[in-house]
């Protein structure tokens, strides 16, 4: 794998000083362009051995390009907020926007790799890792972000003349680390490891360039050049077509039954049965919440329904047995400017709560399979494979000992007609319907199919869907907050052992 | 001070029924107001003595009030992140945005009240950090905030009453901790500080408002009507007509001599001098960001001038002697969404580096007395305390050890016409002058004026502007690389002793 960069590649100064500047003003270009168009975001990645230049590599492209438009990020130690949440939060919130270049020094590589080295986590961790790697690289890529990757390698003797050289050097002394010769009497481990991972994570999107590191006028230009190239052409390529009709449905029982349809809607609770399971399971929820061990999980939970399902009634129940210091409500309606920039899970990973607390979303990411499906928000490939894409950030929350508890609130058709008229009348401002109430309404069906294809690709043994029969409001709530109570409790059983 | 608050007063089970129903509705209805306009944010803080129902009453006003559009904050040990940035920066980021509600538990009280009662800091320290609370609500209330200060009180007998009854029962027990029978003995100590603190910081945009905490329901409808009040009468006044018309100049010397005027803009530095400077004084600066003591300080560096001074080319001639890892540029140009919905601070307050780094602003907090003045983007009284809040948000800066450097980088009129003809001849797109470049040509003199004042109002001892004499690129990137230079010297000088 890494033969092509071991053939001792070298660079003439004249050919250096005569390439580099046409190749600057093409990179500025470029990269006006990218910042003109908002088109994409570029996702730069410099990593491979130690003391291969990948530092010098990255202030040279800050050089070449327009450093106020890109971010540079190296590894460094876990601040206490990242410790927090799933170990990807750290790279989501670093993300470039769409017309900006991020690069990133090593990254999310680097750990993993040496962990393995030094057989702090096994092979088959290691390709745990890594999958998770592919996919978070895969969501990216499908959210048009440019990927490139770069690994700089040296073969074991140049390793040790570049180490040796730079240690000569007082000037350079400071670059070369105990842990860099302490890696290097590893080498071979180090190279057998690395082309393990660059094997597994050589995708058709973000495939890895290797470069020899030894001539640093080789490698710059060969990555400027690999850099200008790609982003010519992704800048240069005609946009796809976007799809603004609504798209059919993914599947369809023949038979027409569907899961929603098994509801019991009749279900009820009387009012004064309603008034002891509230007190009741209002108490263990706080209890829960005030437990020795919550300070070790984190809750999530998702609140979707159909208009007028009482979303808004049952989040308050749950709220109403918690110390507000311990939840935080999310809402979601359109995205932001800045929100809009980024992948679609992006602005959901912003809300994820550190440990000892609740995250309530009043709507969340599943938009993404329901009214941007619906709708015709998103192209029909880009909602297929949300689902992946929402069952994988689950997983990581719940790796995490994150509870994920996600209800579906649902009403019949009648019931919902009902709450309507009684809302226009009652003349509150806040519980107005609107036109585009009215509008979804006339897509009943439509929705419906979202909602199963949803709840069939998205429940899963780690992050079940919890279908709520809320035709009645009381047997609604009560078995919202039942179901929390039941996961947290379980989840705090998991911690104790 | 707290005589109106030991009156005993009490509200009867009967009248709070009946009154708190019509009150939650027209909570509601103005909560929806205030998220449908996106008018104001609203911050209300709920501080005082220790049970004396803080968290009780934030939970029933979470209850009252719609949750979702409610951030809850209590105190909570400062986070890796906040420590490496000035004492403040917590607190901005927590800010609700205009049409949300953002609830303070204790806040930015609590700490100097315990720290002075225990003699941690002296009277004049509290002071000194009262006077900084001042500023910043005040900064908040200029910009449109709705503040809403509650001091819950206890007497000292009713204080002994609740740690005992709370103590008793099972279920509230967890309540009382030991730090609240230890400040219960300094009764008298917290008495007076508390008394010191609240006349110091009553303002008249921010009063506070003691609340006798024995009786909840006198507490939550006390506090409930107060709030209800205070958003009703600021939602109902009439908006204040917005300034669109550039303004006058601020000051006016009557012989006409300005600071500008007095620098020699014929400053030259020859090609082969200027690249001996150039390697000099990049390489110094190199060194000094690797300085054993570079971790202990922070660098923020402003970039401002005139079209085509030459900022782009100044802050890559700093960029080139650093490390990608080390800085961060910030740029700035139009608010983003998020960012209008906020102090115009806030969107700067995101980019303070943490220590060890270095921050680089391609224009900066200075559009407000520069391009907001002059076009009229906001108020004549807006921009006039700017001056102020600047000053204190650099002072803040540099308290946290943070060199804040200053540069205006000059160019006269005749010299910017030769750069703007020659730019249009280049045809490089990135360099292309705009409409609005040749706009702002036009308003030259206003612009000079309000440069002139900015220098006046804003260059201080701690954190001073330098003129940078830029008719010249290469006299004005070295001017530019030594004083920055210079001044990390001095703070690496000062953080040793």
New interface residues.
């Given amino acids: 794998m890494f033969e092509s960069a071991e053939l001792g590649h070298k660079i003439a100064k004249s050919v250096y000083k005569r390439e580099v500047p046409p190749l600057r003003?093409a990179l500025?270009?470029a990269q006006?362009?990218l910042l003109q168009s908002k088109k994409f975001p570029v996702i730069i990645l410099v990593a491979g051995v130690d003391c291969g230049g990948k530092?010098e590599t990255?202030?040279i492209?800050?050089?070449w390009l327009?450093?106020?438009?890109?971010?540079?990020?190296?590894l460094r130690p876990l601040?206490?907020?990242e410790l927090e949440r799933p170990p990807m939060w750290r790279y989501w919130r670093t993300l470039p926007p769409k017309g900006k270049i991020g690069?990133f020094?090593g990254s999310w590589y680097s750990e993993p790799l040496v962990d393995n080295v030094y057989k702090r986590i096994s092979n088959a961790d290691l390709d745990q890792r890594l999958e998770r790697i592919i996919r978070f690289e895969q969501i990216l890529c499908d959210e048009g972000a440019l990927f490139l990757k770069f690994w700089l390698h040296l073969s074991r003797d140049q390793q040790k003349k570049r180490l040796t050289s730079l240690e000569k050097d007082p000037d350079t002394r400071?670059r070369v680390t105990d842990s860099d010769w302490k890696h290097y009497k590893k080498y071979d481990r180090f190279h057998q490891v690395s082309e393990r991972m660059l094997r597994a994570t050589s995708t058709a999107e973000s495939p890895w360039l290797i470069v020899e590191g030894t001539d640093p006028r080789y490698r710059y230009l060969t990555i400027g050049k690999t850099i200008l190239q790609s982003l010519r052409e992704r800048l240069d390529a005609p946009e796809p077509p976007k799809v603004r009709e609504p798209t059919p449905p993914a599947t369809m029982a023949i038979d027409g039954l569907r899961v929603l349809q098994t509801l019991d809607l009749s279900k009820k609770l009387a009012k004064g049965d309603y008034e002891d399971e509230l007190e009741k399971w209002q108490g263990k929820l706080n209890r829960l919440s005030?437990h020795d061990n919550f300070g070790k999980i984190a809750v999530v939970v998702v609140f979707e329904g159909n208009d007028a399902a009482g979303k808004?009634g049952a989040?308050?129940r749950v709220?109403?047995a918690l110390?507000?210091?311990r939840y935080?409500?999310a809402?979601f309606a359109s995205p932001?400017?800045?929100e809009r920039l980024q992948p679609y899970l992006w602005r959901f990973w912003r809300h994820i709560p550190h440990r000892g607390r609740f995250a309530l979303f009043?709507r969340s990411w599943y938009g993404r399979v329901l009214v941007e499906r619906v709708e015709g928000y998103c192209a029909h490939a880009d909602w297929m494979r949300a689902y992946g894409e929402i069952n994988d950030f689950e997983e990581q929350l719940v790796r995490h000992q994150t509870v994920v508890v996600k209800f579906w609130l649902a009403i019949d058709k009648k019931e919902q007609l009902k709450r309507f008229d009684a809302r226009e009348k009652i003349g509150?401002?806040?519980f107005k319907i609107t036109e585009e109430d009215w509008r979804n309404r006339e897509k009943w069906d439509d929705y419906e199919q979202a909602v199963c294809d949803m709840i069939d690709r998205t429940s899963t043994e780690i992050a079940p869907w919890t279908l709520v029969e809320a035709n009645d409001k009381n047997y609604a709530r009560i078995k919202v907050l039942k179901t929390i109570c039941n996961r947290i409790e379980a989840a705090l059983d998991r911690v104790k052992k």
Same sequence: chains 1, 2.
């Fill in positions: 003003e500025l270009d006006f362009d530092g990255v202030n492209l800050n050089e327009d450093p106020r438009h890109i971010e540079t990020h190296a601040t206490g907020e690069m020094i400071w005030r808004g989040i308050r709220t109403q110390d507000a210091r935080r409500i809402s932001t400017e800045e009043d509150f401002k806040r």
